[in-house]
């Protein structure tokens, strides 16, 4: 049995600390990849039980999902824009907030509300350098014909994405202010922007003027963003696997391929655990970038370790697609006991998912 387990004091202290960043502003909990491997319907349901009712998604199904889950008062938000009118049917009919990015997107939503004899809640999405959609910042004038002219669409808020790069915020502060001046052009024109929100979790975390009405919680509730010093969270998840068998390596014996492979200095007692990269094991989002990055990679790919009767064990010669040893030489063990180790839970793969 490979279970991943997500543990609930670890969330709930890392959505305390999502609560203090974000200070006075709502906070969605942004569902997409399958809640960053949490689980799309049960991860909302821990968010709900601390108290928050606002949802992120970027998929249709995660909405049907979370509909059909009992989670029917709580705004689920589509995070992208839509011209496909069976998906805009849909989510009119699951009571959807739903995104308006170009012209085109926002004439289908409204075509597909009136043929309903309803009216649509939309959000505009505001493109401020990232580039994977939105009104362009610099066309303020087609977010106000928009307004004026949409007849079953309710604006309820607008919202943009920080491109997060330097963590001093030089970059991030001017896509704001790009943001800022497509906000007052609505004002001015008389219309109102609803809900205004910029910051996801890195933002969350290193801009604290990029927190305006609502911020947008996602891999930080799992502790799994792009960390800063002293940011209080925890890494949530981690992955428990039963020895598969333990067997003596000779001295002079190779374990491993490639960059891993080592020569055994000594005889040797290993555990063959059943769980590889293929199950996502050792696989992190690729955040950091330049020589230094590469060598951290490198040290910690020859220095990994996993728990074994709550005792650290190395790993021998890295880890194999569906097959890792471990070297326990010196620690009492054998086939059946359990092994816990660090995994990601977005890219865990053939483990059962389980909340302790």
Same mark, same amino acid.
């Given at each position: 049995?490979?279970?991943? &387990? %997500?543990?609930?004091?670890?969330?709930?202290?890392?959505?305390?600390?999502?609560?203090?960043?974000?200070?006075?502003?709502?906070?969605?909990? &942004?569902?997409?990849?399958? $809640?960053?491997?949490?689980?799309?319907?049960?991860?909302?349901?821990?968010?709900?039980?601390? $108290?928050?009712?606002?949802?992120?998604?970027?998929?249709?199904?995660?909405?049907?999902?979370?509909?059909?889950?009992?989670?029917?008062?709580?705004?689920? %938000?589509?995070?992208?824009?839509?011209?496909?009118?069976?998906? %805009?049917?849909?989510?009119?009919?699951?009571?959807? &907030?739903?995104?308006?990015?170009?012209?085109?997107?926002?004439?289908?939503?409204?075509?597909?509300?009136?043929?309903?004899?309803?009216?649509?809640?939309?959000?505009?999405?505001?493109?401020?350098?990232?580039?994977?959609?939105?009104?362009?910042?610099?066309?303020?004038?087609?977010?106000?014909?928009?307004?004026?002219?949409?007849?079953?669409?309710?604006?309820?808020?607008?919202?943009?994405?920080?491109?997060?790069?330097?963590?001093?915020?030089?970059?991030?502060?001017?896509?704001?202010?790009?943001?800022?001046?497509?906000?007052?052009?609505?004002?001015?024109?008389? =219309?109102?922007?609803?809900?205004?929100?910029?910051?996801?979790?890195?933002?969350?975390?290193?801009?604290?003027?990029?927190?305006?009405?609502?911020?947008?919680?996602?891999?930080?509730?799992?502790?799994?963003?792009?960390?800063?010093?002293?940011?209080?969270?925890?890494?949530?998840?981690?992955?428990?696997?039963?020895?598969?068998?333990?067997?003596?390596?000779?001295? $002079?014996?190779?374990?491993?391929?490639?960059?891993? +492979?080592?020569?055994?200095?000594?005889?040797?007692?290993?555990?063959?655990?059943? &769980?590889?990269?293929?199950?996502? %094991?050792?696989?992190?989002?690729?955040?950091?970038?330049?020589?230094?990055?590469?060598?951290?990679?490198?040290?910690?790919?020859?220095?990994?370790? @996993?728990?074994?009767?709550?005792?650290?064990?190395?790993?021998?010669?890295?880890?194999?697609?569906?097959?890792?040893?471990?070297?326990?030489?010196?620690?009492?063990?054998?086939?059946?006991?359990?092994?816990? =180790?660090?995994?990601?839970? +977005?890219?865990?793969?053939? @483990?059962?998912?389980?909340?302790?």
């Amino acid at each position: 049995m490979k279970t991943l &387990v %997500l543990e609930k004091k670890a969330l709930k202290h890392n959505l305390a600390v999502v609560r203090e960043k974000a200070g006075p502003a709502g906070i969605y909990g &942004v569902l997409t990849g399958d $809640g960053g491997g949490a689980g799309t319907v049960e991860l909302a349901r821990l968010l709900r039980e601390e $108290g928050i009712g606002r949802f992120a998604v970027n998929e249709l199904a995660d909405a049907k999902a979370l509909r059909k889950a009992g989670l029917v008062e709580e705004e689920i %938000l589509m995070l992208r824009a839509s011209t496909d009118r069976e998906e %805009l049917n849909q989510l009119i009919d699951l009571d959807v &907030v739903c995104t308006v990015g170009s012209v085109e997107s926002a004439l289908a939503l409204d075509s597909a509300a009136k043929e309903r004899s309803t009216v649509a809640e939309a959000h505009i999405q505001v493109d401020t350098g990232l580039g994977f959609g939105g009104f362009l910042a610099e066309e303020p004038e087609k977010i106000v014909n928009v307004y004026r002219n949409l007849t079953n669409v309710a604006i309820s808020g607008m919202f943009t994405q920080i491109r997060s790069v330097h963590a001093d915020g030089r970059d991030a502060s001017a896509e704001l202010r790009a943001f800022e001046g497509v906000l007052e052009a609505v004002r001015q024109a008389g =219309f109102e922007t609803g809900v205004v929100h910029a910051a996801g979790s890195y933002a969350l975390l290193h801009y604290e003027f990029a927190r305006m009405d609502a911020v947008r919680a996602g891999s930080v509730v799992l502790g799994r963003c792009r960390r800063r010093r002293g940011d209080n969270l925890v890494r949530v998840g981690y992955g428990e696997a039963s020895i598969q068998e333990t067997r003596w390596l000779p001295r $002079g014996h190779t374990v491993g391929s490639g960059g891993n +492979l080592i020569r055994l200095r000594r005889p040797t007692r290993v555990a063959v655990l059943p &769980v590889g990269y293929q199950n996502g %094991l050792g696989v992190s989002r690729l955040r950091e970038t330049g020589f230094w990055a590469m060598v951290r990679r490198w040290w910690r790919s020859h220095h990994l370790t @996993m728990r074994v009767a709550g005792q650290k064990v190395p790993v021998l010669g890295g880890i194999g697609a569906v097959e890792t040893l471990l070297d326990v030489t010196d620690l009492k063990c054998s086939a059946g006991d359990t092994v816990q =180790f660090d995994i990601d839970p +977005l890219y865990a793969r053939g @483990m059962t998912r389980e909340y302790r």
